[in-house]
């Protein structure tokens, strides 16, 4: 399968219109070797390898000390929600979540949310109307997040305001927070405790066909389920919304989107090739540029020495990025595997629910095709960096705008 670079890179677009400072710092560290020890940022991992022995190592590297991602969201989500545990309290709630999500219910979930919604893009794209996928993204993600909280709405409006809401609490933080500020926690709580109230009922009701339910069914309180559902709502709908346009702007600027339609073609789409294009998609938007950890005992990560107290910052791009361009027909290095998902105890959990909405609306997308992109800008002043818009419609090969 032969494949043209991007012109222009719109990926380095996005990251340097989200990050205009702290994304070129970023990269720039990739060139000072796997480990390195920087003032006032702490111990940069630039190295895929170092970086899952470190993510697999949950006594020494925490997510509960000074630095951590504990220090930033406890004062908003409160102190058990897993992002912000270790040791035995973070195994015995992990333990009680692992059969929250499995694949069966997860893709279950996202085919009754989001099946008129899709068949409404099939018709529209059909029609040959021009569709911004991510504004339609947006919408979609809301829809799946309402459902896992327990919101009663089917309100497209209700929709886009829940994603927009987290969407300036996620855009609080950038590559270089430490921690919010009380009145960034104010903000963050007066979005999240009303959707806090909401989970709360839907878990009193107890209804086990709901995901509030399951979480009573399989043991948690209702502060464990309160948290859960905000941490959710935190770290499941933008990762979904972003890379669902900018894998269709990969696939569409590498030559992949639209393969030429003969029986081989389609076997290959068939037979995996969406979820080689997914994975290789998230290795190369990296949908968690960084991820921090706290030492809390003396070791080594490679020939650099950590300190209790030390931050550690895991440059996952930088990690990712060493692979080289989008390819979907690459083999992953076991190295890394995932690792814009984690490893080790703080995998994510939400998993196999965003590759169910991934899945759903990508294959839609593609069935509709030929698709041509007709327009795309750059969101500034976000967290993750993704389109302001990306429209596509059906029809052959068009430059974008």
């Keep these: 399968m032969g494949l043209r670079l991007p012109v222009?890179?719109?990926?380095?677009r996005l990251y340097l219109a989200a990050h205009p400072v702290a994304y070129p710092l970023l990269r720039g560290l990739a060139r000072l070797g796997p480990v390195v020890r920087v003032p006032g940022v702490g111990v940069v991992v630039n190295d895929a390898s170092c970086a899952r022995t470190v993510l697999m190592d949950g006594t020494t590297f925490r997510k509960d000390g000074p630095g951590s991602p504990g220090e930033l969201w406890t004062p908003v989500l409160g102190p058990s929600v897993l992002l912000n545990m270790e040791g035995d309290a973070h195994r015995a709630l992990r333990r009680r979540l692992t059969d929250l999500f499995t694949p069966g219910y997860a893709e279950s979930l996202v085919d009754d949310v989001l099946a008129v919604p899709l068949r409404d893009v099939s018709e529209r794209l059909a029609r040959g109307e021009s569709v911004d996928v991510v504004a339609m993204m947006r919408v979609m993600a809301g829809a799946v997040i309402s459902r896992v909280i327990g919101l009663d709405t089917t309100?497209?409006?209700?929709?886009?305001?829940?994603f927009e809401a987290g969407e300036r609490i996620v855009?609080?933080?950038s590559l270089r927070?430490?921690?919010l500020s009380p009145s960034q926690i104010a903000r963050a709580r007066a979005v999240l405790d009303p959707l806090g109230d909401?989970?709360?009922?839907?878990?009193?009701?107890?209804?086990?066909s709901t995901v509030m339910g399951r979480m009573r069914a399989l043991g948690l309180t209702e502060d464990e389920a309160r948290g859960a559902a905000g941490a959710f709502f935190l770290t499941g709908t933008e990762t979904v919304a972003t890379l669902v346009p900018r894998l269709l702007a990969?696939?569409?600027?590498?030559?992949?989107?639209?393969?030429?339609?003969?029986?081989?073609?389609?076997?290959?789409?068939?037979a995996g090739f969406l979820d080689r294009a997914v994975d290789e998609a998230m290795r190369v938007?990296?949908?968690?540029?960084?991820?921090?950890?706290?030492v809390h005992a003396e070791t080594r990560i490679a020939d650099v020495p950590v300190r209790p107290g030390d931050r550690v910052l895991i440059a996952t791009h930088n990690c990712c990025r060493a692979y080289g361009p989008f390819d979907p027909s690459r083999t992953t290095p076991p190295e890394l595997r995932r690792l814009w998902f984690g490893a080790g105890p703080h995998f994510c959990l939400g998993y196999p629910l965003a590759m169910a909405e991934i899945r759903a609306v990508m294959r839609t997308l593609l069935a509709a095709g030929p698709l041509t992109i007709t327009h795309r800008s750059a969101s500034r002043g976000v967290l993750i960096p993704t389109y302001r818009h990306l429209r596509v419609r059906r029809g052959g090969e068009e430059n974008a705008r």
Aim: cysteine-free; aromatic content about 6%.
């Design 250 to 270: 990969l696939l569409h600027d590498t030559g992949t989107l639209n393969p030429t339609p003969t029986p081989v073609a389609s076997a290959a789409f068939a």
């Design 8 to 12: 222009p890179d719109w990926e380095a």
């Design 171 to 173: 855009s609080m933080v």
């Design 285 to 294: 938007t990296t949908p968690t540029p960084v991820m921090l950890r706290s």
């Design 198 to 208: 909401i989970a709360a009922k839907a878990y009193a009701e107890g209804d086990a």
């Design 155 to 162: 309100s497209e409006h209700d929709y886009r305001a829940l």
């Design 177 to 179: 927070t430490r921690r």
